[in-house]
């Protein structure tokens, strides 16, 4: 071997890693190009809602006292569902929802660490003791959905879920004070 | 090599009689919540079982395995006796007391928390104890490595440290940093709220500060797998390794870039805001760097083997590789593993679409396959090849340890790809039984069948890997001196120091740091959260 | 006992490998192009499949935020 083709050698070699580190840099970029896209366009984005409240008082707070949870229609027309994630259950247990329009679920936990999601959807939240859980979105879909608590909680994990309906519009029915409870089936 | 022979194998035997009774309580685990197991076992079980499964195989099988192979590198590629054996020897004993501790907490169900403990959720303080102890023996670990290193470069000025120390080396400094986030939550959160010193916690600093540790870690335990790429496989196979330069550039990535990453495991926490969580998936991105380089350079170092032995044309060099040798084998099994769990990982860390998939199957699913599967079959590589040296035998046919390996390489796939579909359809984690009655859950018990059939086939490959190992140490013939470490094509003369030590990276490491998780902690200590009750799991 | 010394065996400086230079030099012409297609190829299936699950898994379930 010359003196010289070593050193060209590891040129080469440097350059072809050069070569490849830019090929994988471009894909990087693309598919953070596409997430970013995605949340400045479409508000898709991971819920981040940074929200304080005191675990120990939540049954005393106005928002998450019992006689206002579930789902709320405001007088906007603004679809909130507020649920406690508490060991063993959720209350409520059931929850009606709207298909195609816009809706806030907000979870609060007086415990120990909980999580939600619902099946077949977006909807996903870890429910810290300490701060309010808050996910926006659009159900695409109509139908009864699970959402059972996703994070270990303790011993009795396995039995926490709850049901959503996603309702269609019409089936969406506020009452006098603008609650909506699950359709009796 | 022989002054350490015995404090090697004292490692790796914790390590591999603590897999092996994971990998007993995972199939029973999987037997338990699939339907065919529907009424067996009580939660109380389950979860012990959990506790007990993930302890061992994230803390136990890991880091008693990286201490023994870093001790084994630090002889065999400086060529030198380990320095300060007496610690090392100190520091095991210091960390089976902590197993034992921990084990006997979640055996008396007092620590049925799992492996990742999330408070306010309590457990016995001698649970966290005992870890703390294997934390701390890791410590002394480090501190031998790193003092192995500075007494090489004192007696070889100007030369090179040999890739497989340097990258064992970056990895203890990586380790360093760390445990940070685990001890401080451990220390001044979570074992003050065990012992009852304090009846509430801030969640949201604790959840904060294992994240810190929670990815970090996984690096911690690829980063041996990934010394067997760059060092050993070249060589298994016949070869050279394709780039050094590129095997520490890949090894101070990850130091760098491991660390302030942790909160893509938060991105469904509302502690945290939008801010921060794209920072840390940006971090992300470049965490993925190295092992994309990795995959270039270890493949290219096999093209130069294969095409060695008559490979010819763009792929004749695959099909030429000593496939009958096991750390080639496991390699191309590793490979194709990391395909599968590095394409989860994207997913995961996909910002918004975390929403998609987080605590779901699919995230059981990615950490078995991309840990269990590319890095634990690499282990058993490394167990396999460097055996024969700690106990002087060789083995009578490899035959066997090619069964293993492809048994669990099939294991793996049948019992994880079942969980990534599973996940998507919503099924969630941490759940010792479904009801298989819901129309929603009825459709996954097929899928979970099939899944636990890949978990039956992992526990024979489980059985017989120990197997193997038992079977040298009995073996008649004699082991044959056998050069270990590839060389590189360019065997380098010097390096600049940038690329020698770690003094610059620790200040990047730092500036990182601050960057990602200065605010998100700093916050809880500027303003607590409010304070969760402690709650015991019992 | 045998004394604490290594053997030179466990020195990876000292101890050339089998590969023949001229034979190394020989290859390298042809390498990395087969590992590139081979890498680049999988890497491609990764993006590819990452944009199919966004596409068509991901975003017809609803918007999160």
Known sequence: MSERQPEMHERRILGTELLWSFGVGVLIAATLSIIVFTALTMGINPPSNVERIDPKALHLSGEFAEHNLGTSVAADGSVTARIIATQFMFVPRCIALPHGRPVTLRFAAPDVIHGILITGTNVNTMVVPGFVAQVHTQFTRSGDLLMPCHEYCGLGHSEMWATVQVLPEGAFQPDRDGRVSCAQR | ?538 | MHPDEPSAADSPFEVADEVDEVALAAVMRHVPLGAGVLAGAAVALLVLGYLLIYLLVFLPRGTVG
């Open chain 2, 1 to 538: 090599m022989r002054n350490v022979e015995r404090l090697c194998l004292a490692h790796f035997w914790v390590a591999f009689a603590a897999f092996l009774v994971a990998a007993l309580l995972g199939a029973w685990q999987m037997w338990v919540r699939s339907p065919l197991g529907a009424n067996v076992g009580t939660p109380s079980q389950y979860f012990l079982s959990v506790t007990a499964h993930g302890v061992a195989m994230a803390y136990v099988l890991t880091t008693f395995f990286i201490m023994g192979f870093g001790y084994f590198v630090a002889v065999t590629a400086l060529a030198r006796p380990l320095p300060g054996k007496a610690w090392a020897w100190g520091a095991f004993w210091v960390a089976i007391a902590g197993v034992v501790l921990a084990v006997a907490t979640i055996l008396t169900g007092q620590a049925s928390v799992l492996f990742t403990f999330y408070p306010p959720l309590t457990a016995s303080p001698w649970f966290y104890i005992g870890l703390v102890l294997v934390v701390i023996a890791s410590w002394v670990w480090c501190v031998l490595m790193l003092v192995a290193m500075q007494a090489w470069k004192r007696e070889n000025p100007g030369r090179p440290v040999p890739l497989a120390m340097f990258a064992t080396v970056a990895n203890a400094v990586m380790w360093l940093w760390t445990t940070v986030g685990l001890a401080v939550e451990l220390l001044f959160q979570v074992i003050p709220a065990a012992f009852g010193f304090i009846q509430t916690i801030d969640v949201g600093l604790a959840r904060t500060l294992f994240s810190w540790t929670l990815h970090a870690i996984v690096y911690f335990w690829l980063i041996p797998a990934y010394i067997a790429f760059y060092t050993m496989v070249p060589r298994a196979a016949g070869g050279r390794l394709y780039s050094d330069t590129m095997g520490r550039l890949t090894f101070i990535l990850f130091l760098v870039y491991s660390l302030p990453v942790g909160m893509h495991h938060l991105l469904m926490d509302p502690e945290h805001g939008n801010g921060t969580k794209f920072i840390q998936v940006l971090l992300t991105a470049f965490v993925s760097v190295p092992t994309l380089l990795t995959i270039f350079t270890i493949t290219a170092s096999l093209e130069i083997a294969g095409r060695l032995r008559g490979g010819r044309g763009l792929f004749g060099w695959i099909a030429a590789l000593p496939w009958e040798r096991p750390m080639v084998l496991a390699t191309g099994l590793s490979f194709v593993m990391l395909g599968f769990g590095g394409f989860g990982g994207l997913i995961n860390m996909g910002y918004g679409m975390n929403a998609m998939v987080h605590n779901t199957s699919w995230v059981t699913a990615h950490f078995h396959l991309i840990f269990g599967g590319s890095v634990v079959i690499m282990y058993f590589a490394i167990a396999y090849e460097i055996w024969p040296r700690l106990t002087g035998r060789e083995y009578p046919s490899l035959a066997s340890l090619r069964l293993q390996l492809w048994l669990w390489f099939i294991g793996m796939m049948v019992m994880t790809l079942p969980w990534h579909w599973l996940g998507l359809q919503g099924q969630w984690r941490r759940v010792a039984n479904f009801n298989y009655a819901d129309p929603i859950i009825a459709g996954w018990g097929p899928w979970v069948i099939v899944s636990l059939g890949g978990g039956l086939v992992l526990l024979a490959s489980a059985l017989l890997f120990v197997g193997n190992l038992f079977a040298l140490h009995r073996s008649a013939a004699m082991a044959v001196a056998r050069p270990l470490y590839a060389l590189a094509v360019h065997p380098p003369q010097r390096v600049p120091a940038a690329l020698n030590g770690f003094g610059l990276w620790n200040v990047l490491v730092l500036v990182l740091m601050l960057m990602a998780y200065g605010w998100p902690i700093a916050q809880f200590v500027i303003e607590p959260s409010p304070a969760a009750i402690v709650h015991r799991v019992e």
